[in-house]
C-alpha cells in the first residue's frame, strides 16, 4: 500500500499481481484536459485506486476521486468552489482488440506498456463527474443585478 502523494506513473501490472492499494494526492496540474475546465487549475486530487487482476490479462482498477474544484456560476458569473468525486471502475487493457471482449457496462482504458499516467488512467471520470452547468446552489449566488424569472405555463382550455 502506497499512501501519500501518488507518483504521477504506476506499473499497474505489477500492481494487480500484489492486489496493490494507492491512496494519497496529486496535483491538479497533472490532469491537463480537467485542468482546463477550471477557472483556476490548483489544488490537489485525493485517489484511493485498488488494483487487481482482471479478465484476459487486464488489470482491474475500483477506487474513487475527490477534488475542490473553482468554476464560474453561470447565473450570476462570480466564482464559487465545488466538491467534485466519482468513482473509479474500468480495466486496463493492453490494445484496441480487447475492447471488443468487454460487456456493454464495462468501461476500459488502453495502455500498451506496463507503466501509466495514474492521471489519465482516471482524468475522463472526474471530467464526467463536473456539472454540466456550473451554478451556486439555489439563493446562494451574491447579489448582482441577475434576477431569475419563473415562469409557470398553464394549459390552454378550448
Known sequence: MSTGPIPERVDHRKLANQAGLIEGTLPIQCFHRFGEMLVVSEGDVYLRL?????????????????????????????????????????????????????????????????????????????????????????????ETDYERNVIVLQEVQE
Open 50 to 142: 485498488e488494483f487487481s487482476k482482471g479478465d484476459f490479462g487486464s488489470t482491474r482498477v475500483n477506487g474513487s476521486a475527490t477534488t475542490e474544484v473553482c468554476l464560474i456560476c453561470q447565473n450570476c458569473m462570480q466564482q464559487f468552489r465545488r466538491q467534485v468525486s466519482c468513482d473509479v471502475a474500468l480495466l486496463v487493457v493492453s490494445d484496441e482488440s480487447k475492447l471488443e471482449l468487454l460487456t456493454e457496462n464495462e468501461d476500459a482504458v488502453v495502455a500498451p506498456d506496463k507503466v501509466i499516467s495514474v492521471a489519465e488512467l482516471i482524468e475522463d471520470e472526474l471530467m464526467l463527474a463536473m456539472p454540466m452547468i456550473p451554478r451556486h446552489e439555489e439563493g446562494q449566488c451574491p
